[in-house]
């Protein structure tokens, strides 16, 4: 089993951010990666004033077209977009799996801000593909170690996060160490890997640093990406070797 995580930089143009995704896509099937793990929002890009006017027909279309992209190609793919159900708008993600599923998971622990615009979600989300377990969680989840431990709990062998860390430069920086350190110690605490994509770039005055990262159940950081571009993180798991003594 191949996880990933694509390190991207977002724009406030669904189009081309779907293109982007199509590219790493095709990147993680170059190297057999079976499952890959994109950003918050990576789908319409992280503009909280444009999120109530993105039309979820528009966004259902380009899922859809994505869908069937993940199975052409053989790569499942975890994609961050704001998300309408029964008429409440979420901070989700779509797991798009090569096997025809999908699942839908609605970020619960908001920032101030995101209230004006979301829901808060109520459900947790685990699944299983190709013989491992996986579990999802977005951004400030990451903040809540129980949330991390019922996942964990259901069986999870994998935390997929993904996040949009955007802040001004300053906070940016002194943020950094925090938002590296949780998935560090969501992994050590429950035993299993954790794989961050985060996004990358400037948007509004505001900047990402980047800092996707891959970690082992015994807290080694695996694989992590820089602050100022783009890149896909890729690590093998062995099915052999699931108490993780490695």
Not at 65 to 90: C, K, M, N, W
Not at 100 to 117: C, I, P, S, T
Not at 167 to 195: G, H, Q
């Amino acid at each position: 089993m191949k996880i990933a995580a694509a390190q991207m930089e977002l724009v406030p143009d669904i189009e081309a951010n779907a293109g982007r995704i199509r590219d790493f896509i095709e990147q993680a099937a170059a190297l057999r990666v079976d499952i890959m793990n994109f950003p918050e929002t990576a789908l319409t890009g992280y503009e909280p004033e444009l999120f109530r006017g993105h039309y979820q027909e528009k966004i259902e279309a380009i899922v859809a077209e994505l869908h069937q992209f993940v199975q052409d190609r053989g790569v499942s793919a975890i994609i961050g977009t704001p998300y309408f159900e029964e008429g409440r708008l979420y901070n989700s993600v779509v797991v798009l799996l090569d096997d025809g599923r999908r699942f839908l998971y609605h970020k619960q622990n908001l920032v101030d801000y995101e209230q004006a615009y979301f829901e808060s979600g109520r459900k947790q989300l685990v699944f299983e593909h190709k013989g491992f377990t996986f579990g999802t969680i977005i951004c400030r989840d990451q903040n809540f170690p129980l949330l991390a431990r019922d996942i964990r709990e259901q069986g999870a062998d994998v935390l997929f996060i993904s996040c949009a860390h955007y802040y001004s430069p300053m906070e940016a920086r002194w943020k950094l160490d925090k938002n590296i350190a949780l998935p560090i110690a969501r992994a050590t605490e429950n035993n299993m890997f954790v794989c961050k994509a985060n996004a990358v770039g400037t948007l509004n005055g505001m900047i990402n640093l980047g800092n996707s990262l891959i970690v082992g159940p015994n807290g080694s950081v695996i694989a992590r990406a820089g602050e100022a571009r783009e890149q896909l993180l890729s690590f093998a798991i062995d099915p052999q070797n699931k108490d993780w003594k490695w």
